[in-house]
Nanobody
Framework: QVQLVESGGGLVQAGGSLRLSCAAS????????MGWYRQAPGKERDLVAS???????RYAESVKGRFTISRDNAKNTVVLQMNSLKPEDTAVYYC??????????????WGRGTHVTVSS
């Protein structure tokens, strides 16, 4: 069974930093892209950053220059380093694995989410 488990959320003051980690477990053969999405109360879930197996990255405009995504293909992990955090970054952050191929087939997977709260 494939699972994504996030860690690293919490409460931080504006201007501070947090590091989110996500590990995919199971009999995984490959993952096309891994990424982070976030959902604030009353809003839709939006892409924050993603990274392909080849290392190509995408960022939401609102986090460019502040957040950095990285990935370890061998360990099936992805990390989001968040610096210069703002109150508007407050949300539940979800890890995503796109086109993950495992012994169960191919699919898209989500973690349960981790809360990030930035106080002003």
């Amino acid at each position: 069974q494939v699972q994504l488990v996030e860690s690293g959320g919490g409460l931080v003051q504006a201007g501070g930093s947090l590091r989110l980690s996500c590990a995919a477990s199971g009999r995984i053969f490959s993952i096309n892209a891994m990424g982070w999405y976030r959902q604030a109360p009353g809003k839709e879930r939006d892409l924050v950053a993603s990274i392909t197996s080849g290392g190509s990255t995408r960022y939401a405009e609102s986090v460019k220059g502040r957040f950095t995504i990285s990935r370890d293909n061998a360990k099936n992990t992805v990390v989001l380093q968040m610096n210069s955090l703002k109150p508007e970054d407050t949300a539940v952050y979800y890890c995503n694995a796109d086109k993950l191929i495992s012994n169960m087939g191919i699919g898209d997977y989500w973690g349960r989410g981790t809360h990030v709260t930035v106080s002003s």
